[in-house]
C-alpha cells in the first residue's frame, strides 16, 4: 500500500478546547507536528461585563465550534476519517463552555468512528511543554491560571503529586480583580502587566502572604485587600486615582506575587525529590516579571526553566490535542461515550484537603 504524506505525523489527533470563553480547535501529529491551530477569542462579547459571563461564553460555543473545526481541518489538509482519535477538554472549567465542547467531539467521534480522548484541561496545560520541546518526566510544574494556582510534581500521564495549592485567590484571579479595581479593563493580566512597566514596584510595600512557611501553599487574597486599601487611602476626594498612582499600585502588587510565587516555588523544588525541569505553564506564565523570578529561581538550583510559548500558555487546542497524543502513547484506551463533562476535576485526586482551597483545588 502506498504511504500517504500524513504516515510520518501518525497519529493524528484532533483537539477541542471550550473550557472558558476561547474557542479553539488544532489537528496535532505525534511527531509534534501542529498541522493546524484556530482559536476564537470572545474578548469583545465579555469586555463589557469586566469579565467572562458563563452562559455567554457557552453559547457563543456553540455557534462557532462547527465552523472552527472546519477550519483547522482544512488548514491541515485533512478530513475526519484522515484522523486516528478525536480529543476535547472535558472539565474543569464553566461547565457549559465544556459540554458544547465534549458533546461535539463525542458526535463528530461515533460519525467516523475514532477514538474520544476526554481530556482534563489542567493536564493539557501540565504537558504543553513536552510539545514544544524535549522535558523528560518527572519535573515540577507551577501552574498559574485565571481559576488555578497549583505545584505538582508530573511523574508522567494521569500521574500526578500536588505539593501545594492556593487556600483562596488563584493568581490569575488576583490580577483580573486588580484590574477591576483600577478600572484597567479585561483581560485584567496582560493590562496590569502593562501598566506595571510604568510604574515603581517599591512605591509601596505590600505583603507577602504566607512567605518564608514552610508549605507550598498560595495565599493572595490579602494581597489583593491590601492593594485595595491602599488605592483607597491615596484616592482624590471623588475617589480617582491618577495614571501614575494606578501604575505604581500595579507594579508593587505584581512583585508582591512574583515573590510569593518564587517563594512557594523555592520550597517545592526543595520537596519534589529528582526532577528534570521548573516548569510553568497556564495563562499567567505570559508574564514576564513572573518569568523573569522564575528563571533566576531555577539557575539558583541548578535546573533548566522551561516556559511554552505565550501562545501556548493560554487556553488553545494544541495542548489538548497533545494531551490526546500523550493518552495513546502511554497505551490508554478511548473514554466510552458515558463519560461525563465536570465542573471540577483535580489533577491530583488524592492530595491532602488544604484549608480553604474548595474548587480551587
Given at each position: ?70 477550519r483547522a481541518l482544512e ?109 484597567l479593563g479585561y483581560p ?174
Amino acid at each position: 500500500m502506498m504511504a500517504t504524506k500524513f504516515d510520518k505525523y501518525r497519529p493524528i489527533v484532533l483537539g477541542i478546547e471550550s473550557s472558558c470563553d476561547e474557542t479553539a480547535a488544532a489537528v496535532v501529529g505525534a511527531d509534534k507536528t501542529i498541522l493546524s491551530h484556530v482559536v476564537l477569542s470572545q474578548l469583545s462579547d465579555h469586555e463589557k461585563f469586566g469579565g467572562v459571563v458563563p452562559e455567554i461564553a457557552a453559547r457563543k460555543h456553540g455557534e462557532v465550534l462547527t465552523p472552527l473545526i472546519e477550519r483547522a481541518l482544512e488548514e491541515a489538509d485533512l478530513g475526519l476519517k484522515d484522523l486516528d482519535a478525536i480529543a476535547a477538554t472535558a472539565g474543569p472549567g464553566l461547565i457549559g463552555g465544556v459540554i458544547v465542547g465534549l458533546v461535539t467531539a463525542k458526535a463528530l467521534s461515533l460519525a467516523v468512528d475514532k477514538p474520544l480522548y476526554a481530556i482534563n484541561h489542567l493536564e493539557g496545560h501540565a504537558l504543553s511543554p513536552r510539545l514544544v520541546g524535549d522535558v523528560a518526566f518527572p519535573y515540577l510544574l507551577l501552574l498559574i491560571s485565571g481559576g488555578h494556582c497549583q505545584l505538582l510534581r508530573v511523574e508522567g500521564f494521569g500521574r500526578y503529586r500536588r505539593l501545594g495549592t492556593t487556600i483562596d485567590d488563584a493568581a490569575g484571579e488576583a490580577f483580573d480583580k486588580i484590574a477591576k479595581m483600577l478600572e484597567l479593563g479585561y483581560p485584567g493580566g496582560p493590562r496590569v502587566e502593562a501598566i506595571a512597566a510604568k510604574g515603581d514596584a517599591k512605591a509601596f510595600k505590600f505583603p507577602r502572604p504566607l512567605l518564608g512557611e514552610e508549605s507550598c501553599n498560595f495565599s493572595l487574597s490579602g494581597l489583593k485587600s491590601a492593594v485595595l486599601r491602599q488605592a483607597n487611602e491615596i484616592a482624590d476626594e471623588n475617589g480617582h486615582l491618577t495614571d501614575q498612582q494606578k501604575a505604581d499600585l500595579a507594579a508593587s502588587f505584581q512583585a508582591a506575587v512574583a515573590d510569593c510565587l518564587e517563594d512557594r516555588t523555592r520550597n517545592a523544588l526543595r520537596q519534589s525529590g529528582d526532577v528534570s525541569a521548573l516548569v510553568v505553564a497556564g495563562g499567567v506564565a505570559a508574564n514576564e516579571a513572573i518569568r523573569s523570578k522564575l528563571t533566576a529561581l531555577a539557575e539558583e538550583f541548578d535546573t533548566s526553566f522551561v516556559a511554552p510559548p505565550l501562545w501556548l500558555c493560554t487556553d488553545n487546542a494544541a495542548m489538548i490535542a497533545w494531551a490526546g497524543l500523550e493518552a495513546i502513547a502511554s497505551g490508554k484506551s478511548g473514554d466510552d461515550m458515558h463519560v461525563k463533562a465536570q465542573a471540577r476535576w483535580p489533577l491530583d485526586p488524592h492530595a491532602a484537603t488544604v484549608r480553604g482551597a474548595g474548587v480551587k483545588a
